[in-house]
């Protein structure tokens, strides 16, 4: 984090400050048992509990300056060094502009470059930003100063860090040391994007998909639309948009730009997508998977250059999109293709839980891909599981696609009968949400025990670990809330294989 004196704090946000720390805050942190020596602690409300609550236990760590709503004080009635606001999430979100703005103030001075990537979509923003700051944490880019062409610092959030307390959280990991900051940007509304971007003033601006998740509170996916192309709206004419060529929403977002337009696809070239925006493209050719389930395919950037092989330790065809946006947003940012193909051949998942592979001693293999879930990244890795399952028994446990709003059902019984239609041997739907899954698929013509409800996941981890043999393939899948990949992991380590050798691997 760069320095900022309270005084300067009070003054970015607005605020008041009640009472002058010791020292300059040199971290932020929004959860009191994070706080360390010289935290800046925020107290922010929540859904079940007060930040302001937890002020004394944050300073008992060691924080130094807290950001409040309202003066706390301690045992002796005097007040918490702190600086008062009126919104601490938006005096957060204001630090953080302002930090980006000194960095990338301070760097130009000294004739670098900040270069800011944001990364938005219904599906695929984790798996793109770890693929992408593997590419450019590998070297800096080549924008023609020493520093550039030199290995550069990348920030990325950890995990799924992309709403408007995580995105602050990730800026403030940067110094004037940082050449790429990449920002993951999530929204639940119109306007989300815009005030992320707005935050961080990305360079580049990535746009994956439109799908339906979340769409009972966008009220529908032209509303998503909407939300994630605020992202390019953003963009300045000297930056770039990366579109998604393969989703015809996405494509339309390159009249909504001032900004350069690079695609990518995986189509082939006489679609002539890459018309349809004017720009340049990036391509997958000979796209196949691998006996592995690992996508292979030749990746071919604008400039004329031969092709690169990419062959990708991610499980799924569907993340070759993900291994395109990536490839082209560090084109983007002037990386090498030789760079790109390599960075990407050698990574496999960075975050948990998704398409998460383990290996059980007894030969059960476990694909835990129950992150989150919509329909998209339901059909996907159904396909998956399918492609992966020939020869073997498929398992496919299922909970419930959440904010979807008027579709659910309807989605969810499309999901029931592609189970059937894949032909996966056993199906296991966990929890009333997700009932109508059930439902059509025994109307599809699943009978017997090749299709089971159950209510809760204990009652399905005693199920599957009744029947579950040596050589099934199971795969675990829900929105994140439904706890799925609890329920994974428990099938995936049990507790008779605790200390042998049931191996796990985020493939």
Avoid at 466 to 471: C, N, R, S, V
């Amino acid at each position: 984090m760069i320095a900022l004196t309270a005084a300067e704090i009070a003054e970015i946000t607005n605020g008041r400050l009640a009472a002058e720390p010791g020292t300059t805050p040199g971290s932020v942190v929004t959860d009191s048992r994070e706080a360390t020596a010289g935290s800046l602690y925020v107290a922010k409300p929540g859904e079940t509990a007060d930040g302001h609550d937890f002020v004394g236990a944050a300073f008992e760590r060691g924080a130094v300056l807290a950001l409040v709503e309202h003066d706390v004080a301690d045992d002796a009635g005097r007040n918490y060094p702190a600086v008062v606001v009126e919104d601490a999430v938006l005096a957060l979100g204001a630090l953080a502009a302002e930090a980006v703005r000194r960095i990338r103030a301070r760097r130009e001075a000294g004739g670098a470059r900040l270069t800011v990537i944001g990364i938005t979509g219904s599906a695929g923003k984790t798996t793109t930003k770890d693929l992408l700051a593997g590419i450019l944490g590998a070297g800096g880019g080549t924008d023609g100063s020493a520093e550039g062409r030199s290995e550069g610092k990348t920030v990325a959030p950890q995990g799924s860090y992309n709403g408007e307390v995580g995105v602050p959280l990730t800026v403030f990991k940067a110094g004037y040391d940082t050449r790429y900051l990449v920002i993951e940007m999530g929204a639940t509304g119109v306007g989300h994007i815009r005030y992320l971007a707005d935050m961080v003033r990305p360079d580049i601006g990535v746009v994956l998909g439109v799908g339906s998740a979340h769409a009972g509170e966008f009220g529908g996916v032209e509303n998503i639309a909407i939300a994630k192309g605020e992202l390019v709206e953003a963009l300045g004419a000297g930056g770039t948009a990366v579109l998604n060529l393969d989703d015809p929403r996405v494509a339309a977002m390159a009249d909504r730009t001032a900004a350069t337009v690079l695609g990518y696809t995986s189509l082939p070239a006489r679609d002539g997508r890459p018309d349809r925006v004017g720009g340049e493209c990036v391509r997958a050719d000979g796209v196949e998977l691998n006996t592995g389930g690992h996508p292979e395919f030749e990746l071919l950037l604008p400039g004329g250059t031969d092709p690169y092989h990419v062959e990708s330790r991610l499980i799924g065809a569907h993340h070759v999109g993900n291994l395109l946006a990536a490839a082209a947003a560090a084109h983007a940012a002037g990386i090498p293709g030789a760079q790109i193909a390599a960075a990407l051949s050698a990574q496999a998942a960075a975050s948990r839980w998704r398409m998460e592979r383990t290996e059980r001693a007894d030969g059960v293999t476990i694909i835990n891909d129950a992150y989150n879930a919509n329909p998209e990244s339901m059909r996907a890795a159904l396909r998956t599981l399918a492609d992966l399952g020939r020869g073997r028994r498929t398992w496919a446990v299922l909970g419930a696609m959440l904010e979807l709003g008027p579709d659910s059902i309807r989605e969810h019984m499309a999901v029931g009968t592609q189970v059937v239609r894949l032909n996966i041997s056993r199906l296991v739907v966990v929890g009333r949400e997700a009932r109508s899954l059930f439902v059509s698929a025994v109307n599809e013509g699943s009978w017997g025990d090749e299709c089971v409800f159950a209510e809760t996941a204990d009652e399905a981890y005693e199920l599957l670990q009744a029947q579950l043999a040596p050589g099934d393939l199971v795969l675990f899948k829900s929105s994140n809330s439904i706890g799925l990949r609890h329920l994974g992991d428990r099938i995936a380590w049990p507790p008779q294989a605790t200390g042998t050798a049931a191996e796990g691997s985020a493939l």
